[in-house]
T-cell receptor, first 115, second 112 residues
């Protein structure tokens, strides 16, 4: 597709369960970002990939969160042992190159609700 | 942590009026960007201004940057009801050439 695609758009899970959120960036974009947005707040940086490698994962809140991008395109954000506080919209964005932060293209987000 | 702080948190105006939103940040930057977010949607890039620029225009948008005061403003002229959205500034801190840090945003409501 032409834009950044995120699936699922909505995910409801129970506390303690494992969740995977997928991001399909714009073709040819080498940089990929994950952000988390809580209600009434701005996006909070989680992790950034340049190609296949995580260039900066300093925003991941704890070791229950992990993200991969094995082939330098699609990325998966994985959350283990989900907690109610993980409920948020998870946003993925891509850009042509991460060497200088230019325009980010965002997906519509995956809304995660942990009951 | 969030680098930018938008002001005001919420702004309500009438169609046709101008809307001004401000952003303050804490550290030196390479560039500053403004994004728009409609309720329940993803963010859309509006404009990017580099640290060596002072003013930039794009259609009805005008952005200024004052690096000495670590602040930026976004002006939307002749507002329309369709401009109703949240507006965020995002900074690319010097020495961190890839991580955009967003503020909490300004919720703009344009009444018809």
């Amino acid at each position: 597709g032409a834009g950044v695609s995120q699936t699922p758009s909505n995910k409801v899970t129970e506390k303690g369960k494992y969740v995977e959120l997928r991001c399909d960036p714009i073709s040819g974009h080498t940089a990929l970002y994950w952000y988390r947005q809580s209600l009434g707040q701005g996006p909070e940086f989680l992790i950034y990939f340049q190609g296949t490698g995580a260039a900066d994962d300093s925003g991941l809140p704890n070791d229950r969160f992990f993200a991969v991008r094995p082939e330098g395109s699609v990325s998966t954000l994985k959350i283990q042992r989900t907690e109610r506080g993980d409920s948020a919209v998870y946003l993925c964005a891509s850009s042509v190159s991460g060497s200088l932060a230019g325009e980010l293209f965002f997906g519509e987000g995956s809304r995660l609700t942990v009951l | 942590s969030q680098q930018g702080e938008e002001d005001p948190q919420a702004l309500s105006i009438q169609e046709g009026e101008n809307a001004t939103m401000n952003c303050s940040y804490k550290t030196s930057i390479n560039n500053l960007q403004w994004y728009r977010q409609n309720s329940g949607r993803g963010l859309v890039h509006l404009i990017l201004i580099r640290s060596n620029e002072r003013e930039k225009h794009s259609g009805r948008l005008r952005v200024t940057l004052d690096t000495s005061k670590k602040s930026s403003s976004l002006l939307i002229t002749a507002s329309r009801a369709a401009d109703t959205a949240s507006y965020f500034c995002a900074t690319d801190a010097a020495g961190s050439n890839y991580k955009l840090t967003f503020g909490k945003g300004t919720l703009l409501t344009v009444n018809p």
